[in-house]
């Protein structure tokens, strides 16, 4: 039997406002717990909230920004249920009249391909707040900083087929959300995580199959693995003449597996009905527009004009454009640079590469985008080669110098460019080589362009790399011939 995966998924994304989306309490991360919850955020009586207008700004931006209709009247609500890190016993949120409607996503595929994923709707609400258990045997420490904090949650259509559309899908909102600047996107404190809606169904039904709920995915990579297992699950239950429950499963990273929580509520369960604290809200059309006219460039529009003003691949665009700092960080580097597709080259290379071994972001790289652009200018102007330049990368990268100058003055780094000493290692270098010399000469020009490649290496190897290798090759070719 072959199986269709169905996946929808329901983004939170903390905004920035300084402030909480009812209180004026601080949203500052890493406060001593309990710092930054008020009255109002714990809804104690006699108090009563106030809309956070940044909020609504967030949110208009968020909507432009997909194409989505912006609801010019909506409403909060009280979404009602128990948890110990909820003490107003219920959630302020909206269900009936959200501010953001349907919109698109557009999501490119590694394949090159590319899927619109349409979105039901986002909404506006507050975040609850943290249960502790790790510092507390046989209890639950309870902290409720987070609570009240501004939320968007951004809910997708079921329309993706794979955890990697998954995957691309959140990708494309971290995007989004962090070009507006609404949002840090930062996924390890919490600021982006989302819920997976995923079930199975034999190819070619049109009949959806039962869902399951994967709660509080904090990782591209875990959203990744979750749905992959849970459909899985799915398949496996099912051809085994089992059947799905609904119900909201959390995911194990360190079993990669998801386990039942509970079962799944409906809206009904919460008892939704409009705040009587809060009134209704109205947007001014004049303030849509406002927000419109200045919205920054968002990236599909940048990766477009990379693809043509700097004459990128697709796939080089594409990753240089997936998070607006790598985008500022290369503009930077091939503005200094000269050349666009070097500096392409060498972040979506060297810098991706060193990033990752280290676990940091571009917004922590140790060499900026001026020493990379720098590094770069001196291998246009033939004072290192290729291969000596990952040598002052690296010096770059341990901080043993502030430019690539710098480096390449202590090192004694630069590139051998003098014919007279180029000729005088060739001349050895063929000396001691006659057996490959007398191969050399008796092959076709087809194997004699790979042949050279011996003595290229043994010269780079006299030279301690620092030959220029254009003039070596150039020399070598001609020596060659007798």
């Known amino acids: 039997m072959q199986w269709e995966t169905v996946i929808g998924l ?10 909480k989306i009812f209180s004026g309490a601080s949203t500052a991360f890493g406060a001593a717990p309990n710092s930054q919850a ?67 996503v557009e999501i490119q595929l590694e394949d090159g391909s590319s899927r619109s994923i349409r979105l039901h709707h986002a909404h506006l609400e507050e975040d609850a707040g943290k249960s502790l258990h790790e510092d507390f045997s046989g209890m639950s420490g309870i902290d409720l900083n987070r609570a009240g904090t501004p939320l968007i949650e951004i809910v997708s259509e ?22 507006l600047g609404i949002s840090d996107g930062d996924m390890s404190q919490g600021s982006m995580r989302c819920d997976a809606n995923v079930s199975v169904r034999l ?19 875990f959203v990744e693995r979750a749905i992959k297992v849970e459909a899985q699950r799915q398949i496996d239950l099912l051809e085994d003449g089992g059947m799905v429950v609904q119900e909201t499963r959390l995911y194990d990273s360190d079993k990669n597996e998801t386990r039942s929580m509970r079962s799944k509520e409906e809206a009904n369960d919460y008892r939704y009905f409009p705040c009587p604290d809060l009134l209704p809200v109205s947007i001014d059309q004049a303030l849509i527009d406002q927000l419109r006219d200045n919205l920054p460039e ?49 972040i979506n290379g060297e810098l991706s590469a060193a990033l990752n071994k280290d676990g940091l972001g571009i917004s922590h790289s140790p060499v900026s985008a001026q020493q990379l652009g720098g590094l770069i200018q001196r291998i ?23 430019s690539a100058d710098d480096i390449i003055d202590k090192k004694g780094l630069k590139q051998v460019s003098d014919s007279g000493a180029l000729e005088a290692m060739i001349d050895e270098v063929i000396a001691n080589s006659p057996d ?14 790979k042949l050279i490649g011996y003595f290229v290496g043994q010269v780079m190897k006299a030279s301690k790399g620092q030959a220029n290798p254009g003039m070596v090759n150039q020399l070598l070719n001609k020596k060659l011939q007798g």
């Open 10 to 19: 329901e983004v939170h994304v903390q905004l920035t406002t300084k402030s």
């Open 38 to 104: 008020c009255a109002v955020d714990l809804a104690l009586p006699g108090t009563l909230p106030v809309l956070n207008e940044e909020a609504v700004k967030d949110a208009i931006q968020f909507g432009l920004a997909v194409d989505a209709e912006i609801e010019r009247a909506s409403i909060f609500e009280r979404k009602n249920y128990f948890y110990p890190d909820l003490p107003k016993g219920y959630q302020t949120s909206q269900m009936a009249a959200p501010i953001v409607g349907p919109g698109v």
């Open 158 to 179: 079921p329309d993706m087929r794979s955890a990697e559309e998954a995957v691309a899908y959140l990708r494309k909102i971290h995007a989004i959300v962090t070009y």
């Open 203 to 221: 190819k070619g039904e049109e009949e959806y199959g039962t869902r399951a709920e994967i709660k509080n995915i904090n990782s591209f990579r």
């Open 298 to 346: 968002l990236p599909d529009a940048k990766r477009h004009r990379f693809e043509s003003q700097y004459e990128l691949s697709a796939y080089d665009a594409g990753l240089l454009t997936s998070e607006r700092q790598v985008a500022d960080y290369f503009e930077t580097v091939a503005d200094t640079a000269g050349d666009a597709k070097l500096a392409a080259n060498w």
């Open 380 to 402: 246009r102007d033939n004072t290192i080669s290729g291969k000596i330049a990952k040598q002052v990368f690296e010096a770059l990268w341990n901080r043993e110098g502030d």
């Open 436 to 449: 490959q010399v007398e191969q050399y000469r008796a092959a076709d020009e087809g194997k004699q362009k």
